[in-house]
C-alpha cells in the first residue's frame, strides 16, 4: 500500500473524468476520499455503455477507473440537512475538488471565499472549461468542446476536405487530471507548512494552451496548419504506410545526421550525398521537403514493417509503428512495467486496467478497492464524522441523503 498521502483528507464533489481522476490519483497514494454525489449518482457511472463497456454496478470499468479506491455518499444538497453534512465533511478535510459551475457553488456557500473564511487552512482545487474569469466562465465545458476544438486540435489536425478527425474520449481530461493534482499538492504543502490553504484553478481550455504550448508559438511566426501529408514540419518526423499497410512513425530531429542513417537503412544510399536532401539547410525549400517526403513514402511502401522495425532497432533510432487501442492491453511493455493491472470486479469478470502514470519505489502495484456503489458509505462517513445512529435516521427522513436511482 502507498501511503505518501495518508492522514490526507479529500471532499471529491466531481463528475465525469477530469477531476474525479485527480482524486482518484489522491486516492492510489494514501489520501482517505469522499466522493459526494447527487441522489442517484453521477452521470458517469452510466456513460460506459455509449463506448461499449459494461456499465453495471458491479462492473463499472470505466467509472472505477476514476473512483476506485474511495469512499462515496450521497448528499441532497438541495436540502439544508445535506448541507449541514456537507458542511461537516468540509470541516473534516484537507482538501476540496469540484468541477461544479462556479455559479452554482456561491448559491450553496461552497465557493472558495466562503469556504476559506470558515476553514483558512483548506485547499480549493476547481476545474472548469474555461477559466473563471471573463465572459465565457460560466459555459459548460467538456473535453471535446473546450480542449479538443477551442484548443486548435480539430480545426489544425483534421485532414483538408475530409471530415473532422474523430475525437477520442478522456484525452484532454487525462491530462487536466495530471495538472489537478499536481496543483492541489503544491497547494497542500503550503498549507501544512502555513496553515493557509490556497484556491487551486485548472481548465480545459488552459490546459489546451499549455498542452499544444509549441504550436500556438510557432504559427504566430510562420508555421501553418493543417499541413498536407506531403508538407510535414519535417519528412524525418513524420509516418509512412509500410507494404503490409502498418503505420511507422520516425523522430529524426537531427537531420544532418538521421538523413544518411534512414537512407541506408531504406537501401537508398544513391541519395546520401544528394545535396538537395541531406542537410536541414536544404529543407528550407518547400520542393525538396515536398520531394523528400514523397521519396521515403515510396521507400517505406517497399518493406513490411517488421523488417522496418528489425534495421531501425538494430540501428537505435526513434521509431514506432502505430498501435491500436485495442493492442495496449495485451502489450507486454505495458504490462512488465506495471501500467496496466488485472481488475477482478464484483461479479467475478475481469480486465486490464490503466493504472496512474507516476511510480514510486516501494510499490509498483496500486492499490485497488472497487468504485463505490452509490451512497455506499454513507452510514460509515456518517459516523466517523460524529454523527450517532438517531442522528443519521434523522437526516435521512429530512432527506440528507435523497433517494438512490442508479
Not at 465545458?141 to 485532414?159: E, H, I, N, T
Not at 503544491?186 to 507548512?193: C, D, H, N, T
Not at 510557432?218 to 513524420?238: E, I
Not at 514493417?305 to 498501435?323: G, M, P, V
Request: hydrophobic content about 40%; proline content about 5%.
Amino acid at each position: 500500500m502507498i501511503e505518501l498521502l495518508k492522514g490526507v483528507k479529500v471532499v471529491d464533489f466531481t463528475t465525469m473524468v477530469a477531476a474525479p481522476a485527480a482524486a482518484k490519483m489522491m486516492a492510489d497514494w494514501g489520501a482517505e476520499v469522499v466522493k459526494v454525489e447527487a441522489p442517484g449518482g453521477e452521470v458517469l457511472r452510466v456513460l460506459g455503455a455509449s463506448m461499449g463497456a459494461t456499465a453495471k454496478p458491479k462492473e463499472n470499468p470505466i467509472f472505477d477507473l476514476y473512483n476506485a479506491n474511495k469512499k462515496g455518499v450521497t448528499l441532497d444538497l438541495k436540502t439544508s440537512a445535506g448541507l449541514e453534512v456537507m458542511d461537516k465533511l468540509i470541516a473534516w478535510a484537507d482538501i476540496f475538488i469540484s468541477n461544479v459551475r462556479l455559479e452554482s457553488l456561491k448559491k450553496l456557500g461552497l465557493d472558495y471565499e466562503t469556504l476559506s473564511a470558515k476553514y483558512p487552512s483548506l485547499v480549493w482545487t476547481h476545474f472548469s472549461g474555461y477559466g473563471l474569469q471573463g465572459e465565457e466562465a460560466g459555459r459548460p465545458g467538456y473535453d471535446m468542446a473546450a480542449y479538443w476544438a477551442r484548443g486548435g486540435f480539430v480545426a489544425d489536425l483534421s485532414p483538408e476536405g475530409e471530415h473532422p478527425i474523430h475525437l477520442p474520449t478522456g484525452i484532454g481530461d487525462g491530462i487536466c487530471g495530471l495538472a489537478l493534482l499536481s496543483g492541489t499538492l503544491g497547494a497542500l504543502r503550503q498549507a501544512e507548512q502555513t496553515g493557509q490553504g490556497q484556491e487551486v484553478r485548472v481548465s480545459l481550455y488552459g490546459t489546451a494552451i499549455y498542452a499544444n504550448g509549441v504550436q500556438v508559438i510557432s504559427t504566430q511566426y510562420q508555421d501553418v496548419f493543417p499541413k498536407p501529408y506531403h508538407r510535414p514540419t519535417s519528412p524525418l518526423m513524420h509516418s509512412y504506410r509500410t507494404k503490409d499497410d502498418e503505420i511507422m512513425v520516425i523522430v529524426l530531429p537531427v537531420h544532418d545526421k538521421g538523413y544518411p542513417q534512414l537512407m541506408k537503412l531504406l537501401d537508398r544510399e544513391d541519395l546520401i550525398a544528394d545535396e538537395r536532401y541531406s542537410s536541414q539547410a536544404a529543407m528550407a525549400n518547400p520542393q525538396y521537403k515536398e520531394e523528400l517526403t514523397h521519396i521515403l513514402e515510396e521507400a517505406f511502401a517497399q518493406f513490411d514493417s517488421q523488417t522496418l522495425s528489425e534495421r531501425f532497432l538494430a540501428a537505435d533510432i526513434t521509431f514506432e509503428r502505430a498501435r491500436h487501442f485495442e493492442e495496449i492491453a495485451h502489450d507486454p511493455q505495458a504490462q512488465v512495467n506495471h501500467y496496466l493491472y488485472d481488475c477482478q470486479f464484483v461479479n467475478g469478470n475481469h480486465a486490464q486496467m490503466p493504472t496512474s502514470p507516476v511510480q514510486f519505489s516501494d510499490n509498483l502495484d496500486m492499490p485497488y478497492q472497487p468504485a463505490p456503489l452509490v451512497g455506499e458509505n454513507n452510514k460509515e462517513v456518517l459516523e466517523a464524522l460524529g454523527y450517532g445512529a438517531e442522528e443519521i435516521t434523522a437526516l435521512k427522513d429530512q432527506g440528507a441523503f435523497g433517494k438512490s436511482r442508479r
